[in-house]
């Protein structure tokens, strides 16, 4: 009944900037840890940028300094400001959430992804 809905994908030249939001909905306690996912093609999913409930982060070293992930816990939100884009940023993003629902242990949910493509 949880579902993970992303929007703010698209087409940015080199140096552009995006900002991807995901918005969790249903059958929700609480969420946990948020994520921002990519995969580019003939790559493995990877790891971009993650969020605690209490706001620690984490990312990648190939975004350091160039994205931020943040949450709006009363919107149940997580988003990801991506600046001076490079073409090897080029992936399907996906969201994933840690997420509470009625249950003792929590289950990972995944957004259906969107496309970032950067190039001129």
């Known amino acids: 009944q949880v579902q993970l809905v992303e929007s703010g994908g698209g087409l940015v030249q080199p140096g552009g900037s995006l900002r991807l939001s995901c918005a969790a909905s249903g059958s929700i306690f609480s969420i946990n840890a948020m994520g921002w996912y990519r995969q580019a093609p003939g790559k493995e999913r990877e790891l971009v940028a993650a969020?605690?409930?209490?706001?620690?982060?984490n990312y990648a070293d190939s975004v350091k300094g160039r994205f931020t992930i943040s949450r709006d816990n009363a919107k149940n939100t997580v988003y990801l400001q991506m600046n001076s884009l490079k073409p090897e940023d080029t992936a399907v993003y996906y969201c994933?959430?840690?997420?509470?629902?009625?249950?003792?242990?929590?289950?990972?949910?995944w957004g259906q992804g969107t496309q970032v493509t950067v190039s001129s």
């Open positions: 969020i605690t409930s209490g706001g620690s982060t």
């Open positions: 994933n959430a840690d997420i509470y629902s009625g249950s003792y242990y929590p289950s990972d949910y």
